[in-house]
Each structure stands twice: as structure tokens, then as C-alpha cells.
């Protein structure tokens, strides 16, 4: 797993934005309009070999990957640069790959900025006149024409631009009107041309991720400077929350380029789907995104003299050239669902990794073949998501195995995995069926014991957890306080002889009915702060004065509500120091937070898949329907995105980097897109999927019913919201 530049791409980023905050600023923006081009920039690239990124070596380039290509083009996205880059990249490497003296004696313009040559996306055979950018300042257009490649060159009096919505140098020419040189035919120059267009869609992703990512931060920064009703705009949930659902888009976009580079490189089947998938991500969340930020401003916003326009109207002008960006969600579907053959470029090395590791894939196959040899089908057929599917016999077994603490450290008497190791034991349990939150909580609530239970508690209750004998709940919510946990008022009364009493009410005490303890705060100190005069205890269950009532959800789920009537509490079931709970609580809620839910989108994909297999519409199946295969690619780009938040927030915690905001994001966009995606692929199969029945029609059913809750419990996404904002994006604080 690896998130990180190299040394040597992180000087050559660093090296492009230093050039493009001084020569692309927005008043150099500005000053390009008249034409959407800058021709100083252009030399200004040129002289730092920006357009030999993608050259081969032996062709007088710098031979590097489409990753650093990438690179280049997220600041160039961030700094609007003023002329076609995306396309130029690619087409110097086209100029070097097919040869030819013509193209040679061009490339050598191209690569040092003296000369603009552009590409054209769609066969001239069938449309000889295209849009083209770059059109109305490039000397020659690269373009096929059936089985030809061929170099077109545009004379001086036939480049005309056109006003149009960004202020680019866009132009619609007649490709068959202007002479032509040969480049190459046949099979080998036109794949060479479909890798070209194929690595646009990379770049130019690159660049409007880079764009709305920009646009966002203005927009975070204005509404920490304007005041509306005594108070700075970005205090508002109204303006903040929407900033950060967009900054997740963005981010997952910029994330989703950089998988598809990887799947690439890798050979992965889906490789050629996450290309399209990838430019219709980034075109969508580009345009959300910039016209989120632009809201932010009022109306201002509208004016020309904020810049945040200029934003605006580039995140529609650059990827719209190709056309309507859902065709790149229909050749997605197309490409996953019906056997649609792509051209891959050739990447180059590529440092990123998403890979968990040959650990992993061993920790995946041990838990497959325990409960392929040491379950009973009848225990399977007992197995649910909720607190219901917990079985003692296997948790004891489980923990006999060693599967049970796997990412504890050794010294804990855990197995001592990575985290990265631990998350696909995780998907290994949803596939299995056993991902219950019984032992999910207990490894929680263990590790905080560890740092903060006595020796008794050690003894006692954290021996058993390790042998599987005892299983524990949270106590953090009550009847008025679910996601403000600081704000408890269940209470704890020390004794005389230092020992507690405890008094109140939890709510959602999921696993009580069935659990030994509560891992519960308490307010210990009524007169303190919200945030100080909390105590956290380990409390048990089967004791006097502890009562457990069901609350039963439409998710078949049971939770509970469980009341304490001056319940008797040693000292020793403390955790951590008197009127410091809220350290204790943060401890725990480090460790919930940062997770997923892909492994159960995953599983609900998994389950649609095999539904529009079976469903028939007339005389065919689901599955053939172009409309049916883009909503399955949809969910499936969610699911990616999904899982690129949640390996970078444990990345980023096992390599301990500073990234702000990245936990909340992975548990609220997850969270929110299973809920998403629940509703639209029950609608998707639909009646079948009305349906209780066993089988993927019963499965998404319950899919439907059990995402509704995880936009709530962990935190409800209203918190994560607000933590992205404040943390990934320097916004005012949004609560009191």
C-alpha cells in the first residue's frame, strides 16, 4: 500500500507549481481570454520539457509515466492553465511513437513550446468536422481516418476560434478540408491512436480534479471571511456541509485517476472501464463541485471581478470537447458488463500502490477455510449483519485459532497483523457471512482496557475477551444526547470507600441483551464543562440494578435501551483518571472512526450483478440493457472511490501522515453512498427485490434496510460533515 510521491515526483510537482503560481496566475488567466491561450506560459512549459513528459527517451524526451503526467496536470487544473496541455501531451507522444520526418520535424516545435499541436477524439471517417481544442492556435491536428493516422495541418488563415463558454482556444474545423501527411495504418497506429485519447481522459481527469479542488478551497477560504447575521458564513451547516460532500467527490476523483494508472500498469480486467469511469467521475464532480463553491460566494459570485467564475466555466469548457461525459459512464458499463474491448496506454512505472499485501491474501484464505471446515451449515444459516448473528461457540473457536484479535499486537496476546491485513480479514468475515459487530466491538473495547483497565480488569475481563468467552457493548449514547456523546448525563457517584454508583439511561446499547459488559461514560462531575467531569467505566450487565429493553429497527436488527438504578461499580472498573473521560471516549472513537462499508457494498453489487443476470425484461436479460450496465457501473465507481478512502486513512495512520480530515471522510462517504446505491439497485431489481427470500433478491433487500442506519451510528454523517470541513478544508468551527 502506497500513497506517496517519489522524491524525484514530488521536486518535479513542486517545480510546475512554483512555474504556475507565478505564470498562470488569474490575472494571467485574464490577460489570455481575448484567445484561451498564453503564449509566454507556452514557451515558459516548454523550456521545462512539460511536453516531453511522454516522450520516449530515444525520441529526445524525458520518457517518464502517465503518473507524472498526471501530476503536471493537477496543478496545471489548479492554476487554469491557459492552452490545451491535456491534449498536447498526448499528442507529442503520438508524433514520437508513429515517426515519420514530418512529425519529427513538428515534434521538435511542440516539445520546446515554439509550436501547438492538439488531437482530434473521433474518427474522421465518420465525422470530418470535429471540435478540436487547442484548434484556433495549433499549427497541425493528429487525427484517424479509418485505418489511417494522419497528421492534418491547419494553416494560419483557417485558425478560428470562436467565442465560447470557458474562453478557450476551441475550434470546429473541417478535418478533411486543410492537407495531410501520413503518420502511419493499420492496426498498430491506430491503437497508438486510442491510447492517446485513451490517456486523455487520464489527464484531463487530473486537471479538473485539480481544478474543483481549488475552487473549493476559495470558496472555504471566502466563507471564513464574510460575516452574514453576526457570525462568519462558514459557521453555517448550510454552507459548510455541502463543501465538504463536494470535496469528497473531488478528492475520490483525483484518487480514481490514480487507480485506474495503477490497474493499468497491474493488467487488471477492469483497467479499460475505471479509464471511463474515471473521466465521467471527475467531468461530474469538476462541475458540482465549482458550482457549490461559486454558490458560496452569492452573488457575488457572479460577478467578474471574483475569480471564482473563471473555475466555473473551465470545469464545463475542458471536458466537454470530447462531448456528453455520461457516454464515458455508458462505455463503462459496456466495458464491465458486455465485453466492450479497450486500448490501454502504456503507463510506465507507477509508485502508487493499492495492493494489501501477501499477508492479507494469506489472513483472507485462513478464515475462508475455518468456516469451510469448523462451521456447521446450520450455524451459517443463523448468520445476520446485526448483533443476532453472534455465535459463542465460534467466537470461542475463532479465538482457539487465533482469528479472533488479529489486529492486536502480539503483546496484547493479538495476532499481531497490519492494518491492512486486518481489513481484508474484515471483508473476509462479510464474505464468509460473519460479519457480525460482536467481535468487532470487543477488539475495540479490549484495546482501550489494555491502555487503561487495572490489573483486575486485566485479569478479570480482558483474559476472557482474549479467549472468547466475553463479549462487550458501547454505552455512549442516551435518550438525549446520540452523536453529542460529551453531552451525557448518566451518572457516576463515588462512595465513601472510593467505590461508584451509577444512575441513568443508554440508548442503543446494541449486543446488551446478549453481552457481559458496557464500555460506558458517565458524568461524574455535573458542575464541570460539557467536556470535563465525564468518568468511563467498564460496567457489567448481569449485575443488580441493570435492566436491558429491546428496541427492535425495520433493519432486523435488535438494540436496546438499558437503564441503571444506582448499579454498584468497584474503582477498579475505571477507565483512566476521574473527570477525564472524554480521553478515554476520544481513544475509542479514534479506533472507530476511518473505516468503511465497502466490503458490504461490495457484496450488494455483487448480489445486483447476479439479479440482472436472472431478472428478464421482455425476452432478454437485465444485464444487456446499456442503461441497466451504466447503474451497476455507477455503484461499482462508489465502491472504488469507497475503497480508496478507506486505504487512505489507514495508509495514512500506519505511515503516520498528517492528512486532515481523512477518517471522517471515509466513514460519511461510504456511509452515504451505500445508502445511495441501496435504493437505487433495489429500484434496479425491482419487484424481485421486494422480496424477503434467501438468496441476492433477500440480501439486497436487507442491504436497503441496513444502510439506513450507517449515516447514523459510528457518527452521523452531519458530524463527519462538519469535521471535514473544519479539518480538510480550514473552515470556522460549525458547533458551539
Same mark, same amino acid.
Given at each position: 500500500?502506497?500513497?506517496?510521491?517519489?522524491?524525484? $515526483?514530488?521536486?518535479?510537482?513542486?517545480?510546475?507549481?512554483?512555474?504556475?503560481?507565478?505564470?498562470?496566475?488569474?490575472?494571467?488567466?485574464?490577460?489570455?481570454?481575448?484567445?484561451?491561450?498564453?503564449?509566454?506560459?507556452?514557451?515558459?512549459?516548454?523550456?521545462?520539457?512539460?511536453?516531453?513528459?511522454?516522450?520516449?527517451?530515444?525520441?529526445?524526451?524525458?520518457?517518464?509515466?502517465?503518473?507524472?503526467?498526471?501530476?503536471?496536470?493537477?496543478?496545471?487544473?489548479?492554476?487554469?492553465?491557459?492552452?490545451?496541455?491535456?491534449?498536447?501531451?498526448?499528442?507529442?507522444?503520438?508524433?514520437?511513437?508513429?515517426?515519420?520526418?514530418?512529425?519529427?520535424?513538428?515534434?521538435?516545435?511542440? /516539445?520546446?513550446? @515554439?509550436?501547438?499541436?492538439?488531437?482530434?477524439?473521433?474518427?474522421?471517417?465518420?465525422?470530418?468536422?470535429?471540435?478540436?481544442?487547442?484548434? /484556433?492556435?495549433?499549427?497541425?491536428?493528429?487525427?484517424?481516418?479509418?485505418?489511417?493516422?494522419?497528421?492534418?495541418?491547419?494553416?494560419?488563415?483557417?485558425?478560428?476560434?470562436?467565442?465560447?463558454?470557458?474562453?478557450?482556444?476551441?475550434?470546429?474545423?473541417?478535418?478533411?478540408?486543410?492537407?495531410?501527411?501520413?503518420?502511419?495504418?493499420?492496426?498498430?497506429?491506430?491503437?497508438?491512436?486510442?491510447?492517446?485519447?485513451?490517456?486523455?481522459?487520464?489527464?484531463?481527469?487530473?486537471?479538473?480534479?485539480?481544478?474543483?479542488?481549488?475552487?473549493?478551497?476559495?470558496?472555504?477560504?471566502?466563507?471564513?471571511?464574510?460575516?452574514?447575521?453576526?457570525?462568519?458564513?462558514?459557521?453555517?451547516?448550510?454552507?459548510?456541509?455541502?463543501?465538504?460532500?463536494?470535496?469528497?467527490?473531488?478528492?475520490?476523483?483525483?484518487?480514481?485517476?490514480?487507480?485506474?494508472?495503477?490497474?493499468?500498469?497491474?493488467?487488471?480486467?477492469?483497467?479499460?472501464?475505471?479509464?471511463?469511469?474515471?473521466?465521467?467521475?471527475?467531468?461530474?464532480?469538476?462541475?458540482?463541485?465549482?458550482?457549490?463553491?461559486?454558490?458560496?460566494?452569492?452573488?457575488?459570485?457572479?460577478?467578474?471581478?471574483?475569480?471564482?467564475?473563471?473555475?466555473?466555466?473551465?470545469?464545463?469548457?475542458?471536458?466537454?470537447?470530447?462531448?456528453?461525459?455520461?457516454?464515458?459512464?455508458?462505455?463503462?458499463?459496456?466495458?464491465?458488463?458486455?465485453?466492450?474491448?479497450?486500448?490501454?496506454?502504456?503507463?510506465?512505472?507507477?509508485?502508487?500502490?493499492?495492493?494489501?499485501?501477501?499477508?492479507?491474501?494469506?489472513?483472507?484464505?485462513?478464515?475462508?477455510?475455518?468456516?469451510?471446515?469448523?462451521?456447521?451449515?446450520?450455524?451459517?444459516?443463523?448468520?445476520?449483519?446485526?448483533?443476532?448473528?453472534?455465535?459463542?461457540?465460534?467466537?470461542?473457536?475463532?479465538?482457539?485459532?487465533?482469528?479472533?484479535?488479529?489486529?492486536?499486537?502480539?503483546?496484547?496476546?493479538?495476532?499481531?497483523?497490519?492494518?491492512?491485513?486486518?481489513?481484508?480479514?474484515?471483508?473476509?468475515? @462479510?464474505?464468509?457471512?460473519?460479519?457480525?459487530?460482536?467481535?468487532?466491538?470487543?477488539?475495540?473495547?479490549?484495546?482501550?482496557?489494555?491502555?487503561?483497565?487495572?490489573?483486575?480488569?486485566?485479569?478479570?475481563?480482558?483474559?476472557?475477551?482474549?479467549?472468547?468467552?466475553?463479549?462487550?457493548?458501547?454505552?455512549? /449514547?442516551?435518550?438525549?444526547?446520540?452523536?453529542?456523546?460529551?453531552?451525557?448525563?448518566?451518572?457516576?457517584?463515588?462512595?465513601?470507600?472510593?467505590?461508584?454508583?451509577?444512575?441513568?439511561?443508554?440508548?442503543?446499547?446494541?449486543?446488551?441483551?446478549?453481552?457481559?459488559?458496557?464500555?460506558?461514560?458517565?458524568?461524574?462531575?455535573?458542575?464541570?464543562?460539557?467536556?470535563?467531569?465525564?468518568?468511563?467505566?467498564?460496567?457489567?450487565?448481569?449485575?443488580?440494578?441493570?435492566?436491558? $429493553?429491546?428496541?427492535?429497527?425495520?433493519?432486523?436488527?435488535?438494540?436496546?435501551?438499558?437503564? &441503571?438504578?444506582?448499579?454498584?461499580?468497584?474503582?477498579? &472498573?475505571?477507565?483512566?483518571?476521574?473527570?477525564?473521560?472524554?480521553?478515554?471516549?476520544?481513544?475509542?472513537?479514534?479506533?472507530?472512526?476511518?473505516?468503511?462499508?465497502?466490503?458490504?457494498?461490495?457484496?450488494?453489487?455483487?448480489?445486483?450483478?447476479?439479479?440482472?443476470?436472472?431478472?428478464?425484461? /421482455?425476452?432478454?436479460?437485465?444485464?444487456?440493457?446499456?442503461?441497466?450496465?451504466?447503474?451497476?457501473?455507477?455503484?461499482?465507481?462508489?465502491?472504488?472511490?469507497?475503497?480508496?478512502?478507506?486505504?487512505?486513512?489507514?495508509?495514512?495512520?500506519?505511515?503516520?501522515?498528517?492528512?486532515?480530515?481523512?477518517?471522517?471522510?471515509?466513514?460519511?462517504?461510504?456511509?452515504?453512498?451505500?445508502?445511495?446505491?441501496?435504493?437505487?439497485?433495489?429500484?434496479?431489481?425491482?419487484?424481485?427485490?421486494?422480496?424477503?427470500?434467501?438468496?441476492?433478491?433477500?440480501?439486497?433487500?436487507?442491504?436497503?434496510?441496513?444502510?439506513?442506519?450507517?449515516?447514523?451510528?459510528?457518527?452521523?454523517?452531519?458530524?463527519?460533515?462538519?469535521?471535514?470541513? @473544519?479539518?480538510?478544508?480550514?473552515?470556522?468551527?460549525?458547533?458551539?
Amino acid at each position: 500500500m502506497n500513497f506517496d510521491l517519489t522524491d524525484d $515526483q514530488e521536486m518535479m510537482r513542486d517545480m510546475f507549481a512554483r512555474f504556475l503560481d507565478d505564470n498562470s496566475s488569474t490575472a494571467r488567466v485574464r490577460a489570455a481570454e481575448a484567445t484561451g491561450f498564453d503564449s509566454e506560459l507556452w514557451k515558459g512549459l516548454g523550456e521545462l520539457g512539460a511536453f516531453s513528459i511522454r516522450v520516449p527517451e530515444a525520441s529526445g524526451g524525458l520518457g517518464m509515466g502517465t503518473f507524472e503526467a498526471v501530476l503536471l496536470m493537477e496543478e496545471a487544473g489548479r492554476t487554469l492553465v491557459s492552452g490545451p496541455l491535456a491534449e498536447t501531451l498526448v499528442t507529442a507522444r503520438l508524433l514520437a511513437q508513429l515517426g515519420g520526418g514530418d512529425g519529427e520535424a513538428l515534434l521538435a516545435r511542440v /516539445s520546446t513550446g @515554439e509550436a501547438v499541436a492538439t488531437i482530434a477524439f473521433h474518427d474522421v471517417a465518420g465525422q470530418p468536422k470535429q471540435w478540436i481544442a487547442g484548434g /484556433s492556435v495549433a499549427e497541425a491536428v493528429v487525427a484517424r481516418d479509418g485505418h489511417d493516422i494522419v497528421l492534418v495541418s491547419i494553416p494560419a488563415d483557417a485558425r478560428k476560434g470562436e467565442a465560447n463558454l470557458a474562453s478557450t482556444p476551441l475550434a470546429e474545423i473541417d478535418l478533411k478540408a486543410h492537407p495531410r501527411v501520413m503518420l502511419g495504418s493499420g492496426p498498430n497506429a491506430v491503437i497508438a491512436w486510442e491510447q492517446a485519447v485513451e490517456e486523455w481522459k487520464l489527464l484531463i481527469s487530473a486537471a479538473l480534479a485539480g481544478l474543483g479542488r481549488q475552487a473549493l478551497q476559495i470558496a472555504a477560504d471566502y466563507s471564513g471571511e464574510r460575516k452574514q447575521f453576526g457570525q462568519f458564513i462558514g459557521q453555517f451547516q448550510g454552507v459548510s456541509h455541502p463543501l465538504a460532500d463536494q470535496l469528497c467527490h473531488v478528492d475520490g476523483g483525483k484518487l480514481l485517476v490514480w487507480k485506474a494508472i495503477r490497474a493499468i500498469a497491474d493488467g487488471d480486467t477492469d483497467a479499460g472501464a475505471l479509464i471511463s469511469l474515471t473521466a465521467w467521475w471527475n467531468a461530474r464532480a469538476a462541475g458540482t463541485s465549482v458550482a457549490r463553491a461559486l454558490h458560496t460566494f452569492g452573488g457575488y459570485g457572479l460577478s467578474t471581478e471574483y475569480d471564482i467564475h473563471l473555475y466555473n466555466l473551465r470545469a464545463k469548457g475542458w471536458p466537454l470537447v470530447f462531448g456528453d461525459p455520461q457516454r464515458h459512464l455508458d462505455d463503462a458499463g459496456k466495458r464491465l458488463y458486455a465485453g466492450a474491448a479497450s486500448t490501454l496506454p502504456d503507463v510506465g512505472e507507477t509508485p502508487i500502490e493499492f495492493d494489501l499485501g501477501e499477508e492479507a491474501h494469506a489472513i483472507q484464505q485462513e478464515i475462508r477455510d475455518f468456516f469451510e471446515t469448523q462451521v456447521t451449515d446450520e450455524e451459517k444459516a443463523q448468520f445476520h449483519y446485526s448483533w443476532d448473528g453472534y455465535n459463542p461457540r465460534i467466537n470461542k473457536a475463532l479465538a482457539d485459532a487465533n482469528l479472533l484479535f488479529l489486529g492486536w499486537p502480539k503483546e496484547m496476546g493479538g495476532r499481531g497483523i497490519t492494518p491492512y491485513a486486518k481489513l481484508a480479514a474484515m471483508e473476509a468475515m @462479510e464474505e464468509v457471512g460473519y460479519n457480525n459487530p460482536a467481535h468487532n466491538v470487543t477488539a475495540m473495547v479490549g484495546a482501550i482496557l489494555y491502555r487503561f483497565g487495572s490489573d483486575e480488569v486485566k485479569a478479570n475481563i480482558l483474559a476472557k475477551m482474549m479467549s472468547g468467552e466475553v463479549i462487550t457493548s458501547l454505552g455512549y /449514547s442516551e435518550p438525549g444526547s446520540g452523536s453529542d456523546v460529551f453531552a451525557a448525563q448518566c451518572r457516576s457517584t463515588q462512595e465513601p470507600d472510593g467505590s461508584w454508583r451509577i444512575n441513568g439511561t443508554k440508548m442503543w446499547t446494541s449486543g446488551a441483551n446478549i453481552t457481559d459488559y458496557v464500555f460506558m461514560l458517565t458524568r461524574s462531575d455535573p458542575e464541570a464543562t460539557k467536556h470535563k467531569g465525564l468518568t468511563m467505566f467498564i460496567v457489567p450487565l448481569k449485575t443488580e440494578g441493570v435492566t436491558v $429493553q429491546g428496541v427492535f429497527t425495520f433493519m432486523d436488527e435488535r438494540t436496546n435501551i438499558t437503564f &441503571y438504578d444506582n448499579v454498584p461499580i468497584p474503582d477498579s &472498573y475505571r477507565l483512566g483518571p476521574i473527570n477525564e473521560g472524554a480521553k478515554t471516549m476520544s481513544a475509542g472513537l479514534e479506533l472507530e472512526h476511518g473505516g468503511g462499508f465497502g466490503k458490504v457494498q461490495r457484496a450488494m453489487l455483487k448480489a445486483a450483478e447476479e439479479l440482472c443476470r436472472e431478472i428478464h425484461h /421482455s425476452t432478454h436479460p437485465l444485464i444487456v440493457e446499456p442503461g441497466v450496465q451504466q447503474r451497476l457501473a455507477h455503484s461499482y465507481a462508489n465502491l472504488a472511490v469507497s475503497d480508496l478512502f478507506t486505504f487512505r486513512s489507514i495508509w495514512g495512520s500506519v505511515n503516520k501522515k498528517n492528512l486532515q480530515g481523512v477518517g471522517p471522510m471515509a466513514k460519511m462517504f461510504t456511509s452515504e453512498c451505500f445508502q445511495e446505491d441501496s435504493r437505487d439497485l433495489l429500484d434496479l431489481t425491482a419487484p424481485l427485490s421486494l422480496s424477503k427470500r434467501d438468496g441476492p433478491a433477500g440480501f439486497l433487500n436487507q442491504c436497503y434496510r441496513h444502510a439506513q442506519g450507517t449515516t447514523i451510528y459510528g457518527g452521523t454523517s452531519e458530524v463527519h460533515r462538519s469535521m471535514v470541513a @473544519e479539518r480538510a478544508l480550514g473552515m470556522p468551527r460549525t458547533r458551539a
